[in-house]
């Protein structure tokens, strides 16, 4: 977990995740078609569909943007057909890896995703060769720095949460999926914004890596996140902070 949340803190610090507002916009609105697709286009009756709503309007995404979506997802509105893939393959190291799609064309995105992994000392694996190494978590991240974490502790503990994991300048709190939402409330009501808040697939070990394996493993990471198609990209790798914050 620890070298993943790493990356993630970087990346938000160099404003390199979803960097591209226009491609943040593009993610959201796939994603918020297909919660509407798979669980209605209602909110209160649909968490999938309430988390990504909250997304968008996190990072002000449009009001009329998101209605759109919605409306495509329920078939109110002509839009493409949209599918989730997730693929699975190895890193540098053997690093596994777990890379979230939603695509409208499955042999574009699944050629490009090869690619990736080809190009950066990695392979494309079968459905289900690394994912029993992850566990289906909720992940709220916040900055430590003037954070009251008893207060926080508290309010996590008594919404659910399954853990609480403390780092320099960061502190996670894991839910179950069922109880993600229930959090998320608790952690609004009691004035915690997290920087990050989604389902997440949380490795259950980690591999050390440096030196060029690093290197190669945080490039294939950027080359993922520049997919269009891709929303979200997991591993199981633990590589410095100060290596990590040299690699840009």
């Not at 798979?38 to 999938?48: C, F, I, K, L």
């Not at 690093?95 to 950066?120: G, P, Q």
């Not at 909720?138 to 009251?148: K, P």
Request: hydrophobic share 40%; with cysteine.
């Amino acid at each position: 977990m620890s070298g993943h949340s790493k990356w993630s803190t970087i990346k938000r610090k160099k404003g390199a995740a979803d960097a591209k507002r226009g491609q943040l916009f593009s993610r959201l609105n796939k994603e918020i078609m297909l919660a509407a697709r798979t669980g209605g286009g209602d909110p209160d009756h649909n968490v999938r569909l309430r988390g990504a709503i909250a997304a968008a309007r996190a990072v002000n995404m449009p009001k009329d943007n998101i209605t759109r979506a919605v409306k495509k997802g329920t078939g109110e509105l002509e839009g493409g057909i949209i599918e989730e893939i997730v693929y699975e393959g190895y890193g540098p190291g053997g690093v596994a890896v777990m890379v979230e799609t939603i695509s409208d064309n499955k042999n574009r995105t699944t050629a490009d995703v090869r690619h990736s992994f080809a190009k950066h000392g990695g392979n494309l694996g079968a459905n289900g060769c690394v994912s029993w190494m992850f566990d289906r978590r909720g992940l709220f991240t916040f900055n430590r720095a003037g954070l009251d974490f008893a207060k926080l502790e508290e309010v996590a503990i008594e919404a659910g949460a399954l853990d609480i994991q403390e780092d320099v300048e960061t502190v996670d709190v894991i839910s179950s999926p069922e109880d993600f939402e229930t959090l998320r409330e608790a952690f609004t009501a009691a004035g915690f914004e997290p920087v990050e808040a989604e389902i997440s697939q949380i490795p259950q070990t980690m591999i050390k890596l440096e030196g060029k394996e690093a290197q190669s493993m945080l490039k294939l990471m950027d080359a993922m996140e520049e997919l269009d198609d891709v929303q979200h990209v997991w591993a199981n790798f633990d590589i410095s902070a100060e290596e990590m914050e040299a690699s840009s």
